[in-house]
């Protein structure tokens, strides 16, 4: 699991920063606020925003491989005849790189440090809640889910609860809750990632917190998995790739799952956030044999 501890203007920002230096999308990290961010007196004693990102999710090894895939070596130069004094400058610069070289990778090792130090400072903030904290965290969530469905004027029964010390559910009883699903669980999931940063905003651990009515995240997850494995079939059947629609980081990771152990077809994904998408892709070793 990877995670880093940034700095920004604003949360947004220190978020963004991190994305960046991890090399991933918003949607594929999850993310605690250490510090908010403070304005000061006419600037004086203005304070930035701290947060701690973690890249979550089975992409992580699939972004690392996309962009081993995309550096390519670079053509040597050709070699020009030098007299030595250039040769003794030339040596001299490449002393200086190995020397900033050498710095980069100290650095990089303190950060690593600075970042598992910061996964156990996590966890051990998770291993001390009380139940009156249990208690703040749950009361967060449901009071921001009440409000959002009071202005829909909605009446909605609401049980929250811990599965563990970091990852709460929240099953939803109502009479219209197609309306809260929406179209492919769309409204669901938006709701679920406003109720996250609500939960996450204070000065707790990171906390996952999963929006569920009526088992459509069960169903939904059959549904995929069945999906994964009609479509692996046809790339088998007619040779080719299979390209499926833009999904949302949980549900592409369904799909990788269930097809991990298929021996003629790979899973990877493509394209930018939100429209980011799977490929069912034939393997090397795909032979023309028929399957049922």
Do not use: W
């Not at 510090?35 to 000061?40: F, L, Q, R, Y």
């Not at 550096?71 to 790189?97: H, R, S, T």
């Not at 950060?111 to 001390?128: D, I, L, M, Q």
């Not at 999931?189 to 905003?201: A, R």
């Amino acid at each position: 699991m990877k995670q880093i501890e940034m700095t920004g203007k604003t949360i947004t920002e220190a978020i963004d920063n991190a994305c960046a230096k991890l090399g991933v999308e918003f949607l594929d990290v999850e993310y605690k606020v250490i510090d908010e961010p403070t304005k000061g007196f006419l600037g004086i004693g203005a304070k930035p925003a701290r947060v701690l990102v973690t890249v979550v999710g089975s992409d992580d090894e699939e972004k690392v491989t996309e962009v081993k895939e995309e550096k390519k070596k670079e053509p040597k130069p050709e070699k020009k005849p030098e007299n030595k004094g250039e040769i003794k400058e030339e040596k001299k610069e490449v002393a200086e790189v190995r020397i900033e070289e050498e710095k980069v990778r100290a650095d990089e090792a303190d950060e690593a440090v600075s970042v598992e130090e910061a996964v156990v400072e996590n966890e051990s903030a998770r291993a001390s809640l009380t139940e009156e904290d249990k208690e703040k965290i749950l009361a967060s969530a449901v009071n921001f889910l009440k409000e959002i469905f009071d202005n829909m004027k909605m009446n909605v029964e609401l049980n929250a609860e811990f599965k563990d010390n970091k990852h709460i559910v929240i099953d939803m009883k109502g009479d219209d809750m197609g309306t809260i699903i929406g179209k492919r669980g769309q409204t669901l999931d938006s709701i679920q990632y406003l109720t996250n940063l609500v939960v996450n905003k204070g000065q707790y651990p990171y906390m996952n917190v999963t929006l569920d009515t009526e088992d459509y995240r069960a169903k939904r997850q059959k549904t995929l998995e069945q999906l994964a494995f009609n479509l692996a079939k046809k790339a088998k059947h007619n040779r080719r790739n299979i390209t499926l629609e833009p999904m949302n980081p949980y549900e592409r990771r369904i799909i990788h799952a269930a097809l991990q152990n298929d021996r003629y077809v790979t899973t990877y994904s493509e394209g930018t956030e939100p429209y980011r998408y799977v490929v069912i892709a034939l393997k090397n070793n795909y032979s023309s044999r028929r399957y049922n």
